[in-house]
């Protein structure tokens, strides 16, 4: 017999925490990631939202920043440049957005072919590296490669008897080749996010299709891409607000030039903030983006999403 027990009396219970242990555990656990979030996430855009309603000049900070209501709001309103930087962000989200997606269908239909599994996870590895490249670095390789006099791309038209192009120092060239790096980063997300949907597919289904037509085209239409808008909505609304923040690749690639040709709008905000000084009107700008993404997230949800 156990000395640690006696005669006639019953075992002790083993001792639980309480639901009030569970619950302090619980906040002891999330406390890191609440306190970061609210650091990071929070404070920033609290702290925005209060400048916007007042003025605010950098440059002096002792000057007193009395509240101005909606004057900052009325002054992005008002500002032609403001809206023009937000037309040219526009039309690189149409223009660089459905290529990524485009291309990432076809790498996740070839990916999802049965066979050949070690090149798959080959080709799965490849597609992480320019996702971790850092936005910045990525405009670093990009100012590389298109640079008029020793650029990789100018020596690829060279070798095929063209060129030399200037790149960054034309306006068209220079948001052609922003679009470019942009795509080469974004393209392998696209496609990993779609070959994650193919995999909700059921494959029966896909079986029987194959048995009923040879037409790739429509077996994608009418079996696959249902599955896939899930997936093409998440694309949307993370590229969306991606290209709408969009500023270190295009700060080192091209710095909004040549002129404004690649000044994106959130290049925008930053020169109105940082170089003229104007905290409350780029808070302001910053809170209509904001909204912006919110109201186009929301829409991307009620007119793409659909569920099987």
Not at 151 to 165: I, K, W
Not at 244 to 260: I, Q, S, Y
């Amino acid at each position: 017999m156990s000395s640690g027990t006696q005669p006639g009396k019953p075992a002790k219970p083993a001792v639980f925490p309480t639901m009030w242990n569970n619950k302090r555990a619980a906040f002891a656990f999330l406390a890191p990631a609440v306190a970061a979030l609210a650091l990071i996430g929070i404070f920033p855009t609290v702290f925005a939202l209060v400048n916007s309603f007042r003025r605010y000049n950098l440059a002096k900070p002792r000057d007193p920043t009395p509240f101005v209501g909606f004057d900052n709001y009325l002054t992005v309103l008002y500002d032609p440049s403001f809206w023009g930087a937000l037309g040219r962000t526009f039309m690189f989200l149409v223009t660089v957005v459905p290529i990524q997606i485009a291309l990432g269908l076809i790498i996740a239909l070839l990916l999802h072919k049965p066979g050949l599994s070690g090149f798959k996870l080959l080709a799965r590895l490849s597609l992480v590296i320019p996702l971790a490249t850092a936005p910045a670095v990525a405009g670093l390789i990009g100012r590389l490669i298109f640079n008029r006099d020793f650029g990789v791309a100018n020596a690829v038209l060279a070798f095929v008897g063209a060129g030399p192009v200037e790149w960054l120092g034309d306006t068209t060239n220079a948001f052609i080749a922003v679009a470019l790096m942009d795509i080469w980063q974004w393209t392998p997300f696209c496609a990993l996010v779609l070959l994650a949907g193919l995999t909700m597919v059921p494959t029966e289904i896909e079986e029987a299709a194959r048995l009923e037509t040879k037409s790739r085209w429509q077996i994608v239409r009418y079996v696959q891409m249902p599955f896939l808008l899930p997936s093409v909505t998440v694309i949307l609304i993370l590229r969306t607000a991606d290209i709408l923040k969009m500023f270190d690749t295009v700060f080192t690639m091209t710095r909004g030039g040549p002129g404004a040709a690649t000044e994106l709008v959130s290049v925008y905000i930053q020169r109105v903030g940082f170089r003229v000084f104007d905290q409350g009107v780029a808070s302001a700008q910053a809170i209509m983006l904001l909204i912006l993404t919110i109201v186009l997230a929301r829409l991307y949800v009620k007119y793409v999403y659909r569920e099987v």
